[in-house]
């Protein structure tokens, strides 16, 4: 049976996101209201008390966010109705953006379209829950994907628009950030890059001038400890099984928090490891560099799915909405056969899976310190792990000697149709597909590819 055949996903996604906004508005009974209105309600309480009054809740600690993220808040205020249903619709409208982004990446980047991406967002965001719509998470996602997808008629232009969409969805909330670390090379990487930072900065400076202390949110994050869903709460987690002497808080920055002896250097040792994983990514650019690139296309898609779920497990925090993140970029990753974070992002499918058993069913009992939520939180996270690590691993082999055998193992594996780059995806990281183990790769891709287009038509 050919791909073509297989059963639509846009029904199941029509079905799934239907179900999740009558759960988010209270159509449909759901376990545990707060879950999905608590964010909303505390969002509007900062903008009666203090956007409504041209100010910025700079005195609450909750307040994490850059001053971008106002935007997203005050739209649905500004909207005639309920500020509850306006702000689930706002973010059902950014999922279904990203949905159909995805659709037509997938087209265009494959006349034998895989539906892997599509699925791995409608079933991924349907595993989060009807929380997944109390959270403005999905506004930036949807912002992130777009500038992982869109392409324009030239690869300067292309690298220009990318570039002003990294540095909004970094305006809005920090993670977006991360896609630099997949900026092409040379002159359209510069020209990402330096567009993505004033984007980014010059809003952020003329806000600071007229709201002193805006930047607060990096001080606010920089104090915060160690959250019970991290993946460096893990000791602690284990720890209260075995009589460690330790507390879980529900901290002034509106997470609840382990505290007790060991903390303080956890907190230290999440640090260093987000500068390792960074410094991961950078040797593996620079690796990448010297050997005139890596030898797959879409690689600016990969890359930046390897760096969020770096930022990702090694955050002192991991609350359920940060798994939207790896979702968006991991079904970007998955519209290109040839993507090399294939295992990795069914990983995050399977970490997310079990999201509502921790977040909010079995939440109070892992506050407790039972062990059977423990070890579905252990599980997760060890996967998120996994998933980072083989991540890395796969991108450190891209750049290594042997990438034109990885290329035709890929190929072999996975590949079942001509592949056609946007701009600037050939070029991530290198000189072009006309320069190098580009070139190479390309010839070693034609004949496996006509192979397995015989085979898909065989079958």
């Excluded at 379209?113 to 403005?136: C, D, E, F």
């Excluded at 640090?271 to 560099?289: H, K, P």
Aim: charged letters at 15%; a positive charge; glycine letters at 10%.
């Amino acid at each position: 049976m050919k791909i073509a055949r297989r059963q639509h996903v846009v029904p199941w996604y029509v079905l799934t996101r239907l179900v999740l906004l009558l759960l988010a508005l209270n159509t449909l009974p759901y376990f545990n209201r707060g879950a999905v209105t608590g964010d909303v309600q505390l969002y509007h309480q900062w903008i009666t008390g203090s956007f409504d009054h041209g100010e910025y809740p700079l005195d609450d600690q909750r307040w994490q966010y850059p001053p971008g993220a106002a935007v997203p808040l005050l739209l649905p205020h500004l909207l005639p109705g309920s500020y509850y249903v306006l702000f689930f619709l706002m973010c059902l409208a950014a999922d279904v953006a990203v949905f159909v982004l995805l659709l037509r990446t997938a087209r265009r980047t494959d006349p034998n379209p895989s539906p892997a991406g599509p699925w791995l967002w409608t079933l991924g965001i349907a595993a989060i829950g009807p929380m997944v719509y109390g959270r403005y998470d999905l506004v930036v996602t949807a912002l992130a994907v777009a500038a992982l997808t869109v392409t324009v008629r030239s690869k300067r232009s292309t690298a220009v628009v990318r570039g002003v969409l990294i540095g909004v969805g970094a305006f809005v909330k920090l993670w977006p950030a991360a896609f630099l670390f997949a900026a092409p090379k040379r002159r359209n990487g510069r020209v990402l890059v330096g567009v993505a930072a004033a984007t980014a900065a010059v809003p952020t400076l003329v806000l600071q001038l007229f709201f002193p202390g805006v930047l607060s949110f990096l001080t606010n994050q920089k104090s915060r400890g160690i959250q019970i869903e991290s993946v460096f709460a893990t000791p602690f987690l284990a720890g209260k099984w075995f009589g460690w002497s330790g507390t879980v808080k529900n901290t002034e920055f509106g997470a609840f928090e382990y505290l007790g002896p060991g903390v303080t250097v956890a907190a230290k040792a999440a640090l260093a490891a987000t500068a390792a994983g960074f410094a991961v990514l950078l040797l593996i650019r620079r690796r990448a560099a010297v050997r005139g690139g890596f030898p797959f296309p879409g690689m600016m898609a990969d890359v930046s799915f390897a760096a969020v779920l770096v930022a990702v497990v090694t955050s002192r925090v991991l609350s359920p909405q940060y798994l939207v993140w790896l979702l968006g970029v991991a079904a970007v990753c998955l519209t290109r056969r040839a993507t090399l974070m294939r295992t990795p992002a069914w990983l995050v499918l399977g970490a997310v899976s079990v999201t509502q058993l921790i977040f909010p069913l079995f939440y109070h009992s892992l506050r407790g310190g039972q062990v059977y939520s423990g070890l579905i939180l252990l599980g997760r996270n060890a996967v998120l792990v996994a998933a980072a690590v083989l991540a890395l691993r796969a991108l450190w082999r891209a750049t290594g000697a042997d990438s034109g055998l990885l290329l035709e193992q890929s190929l072999d594996g996975s590949s079942l149709g001509q592949d056609s780059s946007p701009p600037l995806d050939g070029e991530v990281l290198g000189r072009g597909a006309e320069h190098g183990p580009e070139r190479v790769a390309d010839r070693v891709r034609r004949p496996l590819r006509r192979a397995a287009d015989g085979l898909v038509e065989g079958d």
